[in-house]
């Protein structure tokens, strides 16, 4: 049986009116919610609670309520407080979904495009000018099985994160090493169906989210691991729920670094090399459990000392801070101080977006920036060289097309859209300014 976005979209709003029949309007939820308080919002929790009925009821709200909805950066402090069984952040992922539906749907329709678009020319380019056909050959959606029917994992590398390739080769590096058997899936085919999405095309969105389960769910593994928190958050917390009770199927998805952790033991022999560095990991306070990971992965490299910054930003990641701009950049300012205070050797990020923010700042500061995949790495003797960071503090477009002359050969890249990326996507894509004298007070 398939599952059709229309079915989809029916499921969706099922559940909405779930919520309302079961949410009480106590605000227990956005009184945990630290998105109110960083966004200056004085209505009082029970106020907004009522104010998101009321748009989900399909009222024109333009207050407090609204700007909640809208600005929620989805650290999911509200997940454990609701006690009607709601999950808060896909409430308001619901709310939102009601105030874009106010748009005509062209309009909808032709903002999640013109994303996707922007997304996937990205993808494909920046990644193309890093790595060599065959190299790129290893992240593109394949089976890895050994000698086994079933690969033991997936791995679903989401779309962005293919911008700095070295991370996704580290990923499969590691597996290998653990002696995991793998099938590889992501990129613009496979995308979660966020861009579509966020402006409200919701029947554009199961399409392509849909479609992505149909590739992820073929291989019949039973663990799927992703990279990208958003990809993990849109289908566990949108699309999964309606495809498990519509077709009563399931399928466990988990983030990368959970996953290295549940094999610790396994992988702590391996953790070979000491690497002798002071290190500080750039925290999110979402509750995915990736931090909590992340940090443990770090604590059993032999020789590395982890300081704590002493801050964590709001937030799952960086790019659910987008609609609080201010606010993203203070926090990364407060990480790059706080480092530099601490007098770190290297600053290290634990999402692709991170690592393409803190590249950037990396020539003005004493500190070295680094993925936790590349620490990793080098304990296991492992290396895939960080090409983005190399290109992005050349800082010159001219410049990053000379040197990859070769590749832009075998791939056939075409250099005005190149030029057009490089800029767009990877000098000008910096959420706070290198330079020190343009950041906020
Ligand atoms: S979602 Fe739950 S916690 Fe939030 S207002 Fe409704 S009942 Fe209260
Ligand atoms: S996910 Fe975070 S920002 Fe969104 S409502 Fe919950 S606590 Fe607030």
Redesign the pocket.
């Known amino acids: 049986m398939s599952l059709t976005a229309e079915q989809f979209v029916v499921s969706l709003d099922e559940r909405v009116n779930d919520i309302l029949d079961?949410?009480?309007?106590?605000?227990?939820?956005?009184s945990v919610c630290p998105t109110p308080k960083i966004a200056g919002l004085t209505e009082s929790p029970e106020e907004l609670?009522k104010g998101i009925v009321k748009i989900l009821q399909g009222e024109t709200i333009t207050g407090d309520s609204k700007a909640w909805a809208e600005l929620c950066c989805g650290s999911g402090f509200c997940q454990s407080?609701?006690?009607?069984g709601?999950n808060?952040r896909f409430?308001l992922s619901m709310a939102r979904r009601a105030i874009n539906s106010r748009e005509d749907l062209e309009s909808r329709r032709i903002k999640g495009k013109k994303a996707f678009q922007k997304m996937s020319r990205g993808v494909r380019v920046l990644s193309r000018l890093q790595l060599a056909p065959d190299i790129l050959e290893r992240l593109s959606p394949k089976s890895h099985p050994g000698d086994k029917n079933v690969p033991d994992v997936v791995f679903y590398t989401g779309c962005n994160m293919l911008k700095t390739p070295h991370i996704g080769l580290l990923c499969l590096d590691i597996l290998e090493r653990l002696d995991f058997t793998y099938e590889v899936h992501g990129g613009p085919s496979t995308c979660c169906g966020i861009l579509q999405f966020r402006p409200g095309d919701v029947e554009g969105s199961a399409r392509q989210a849909l479609t992505s389960i149909k590739k992820l769910t073929k291989s019949k593994s039973s663990r799927i691991l992703s990279w990208c928190p958003t990809c993990q958050i849109q289908f566990s917390e949108v699309a999964l729920p309606t495809y498990e009770e519509i077709l009563s199927s399931t399928f466990n998805m988990t983030m990368f670094p959970n996953f290295l952790l549940e094999n610790l033991e396994k992988l702590k022999p391996l953790l070979q090399q000491r690497v002798e560095k002071r290190v500080a990991l750039h925290e999110y306070s979402g509750e995915l459990g990736v931090v909590e990971a992340v940090k443990a992965l770090l604590d059993a490299i032999p020789g590395l000392e982890v300081v704590d910054l002493g801050h964590r930003s709001a937030g799952y990641t960086g790019t659910a801070l987008a609609p609080m701009k201010d606010y993203l950049k203070k926090s990364i300012k407060g990480t790059l101080l706080a480092a530099d205070k601490l007098n770190v050797d290297i600053l290290v990020g634990i999402y692709h977006n991170d690592h393409r923010e803190f590249s950037g700042h990396e020539a003005a500061w004493n500190f070295k920036v680094a993925n936790y995949m590349e620490l990793l790495g080098e304990s296991m003797g492992l290396d895939q060289p960080d090409i983005f960071k190399q290109f992005k503090l050349m800082g010159d477009v001219d410049a990053i097309i000379e040197a990859s002359s070769e590749l832009i050969l075998q791939h056939d890249l075409d250099v005005e859209t190149l030029r057009e990326v490089i800029i767009q996507d990877m000098l000008d894509d910096q959420q706070l300014p290198v330079e020190k004298s343009q950041h906020p007070q």
């Open positions: 079961a949410c009480t309007k106590c605000g227990a939820c956005a609670g407080v609701c006690e009607e709601i808060p409430m």
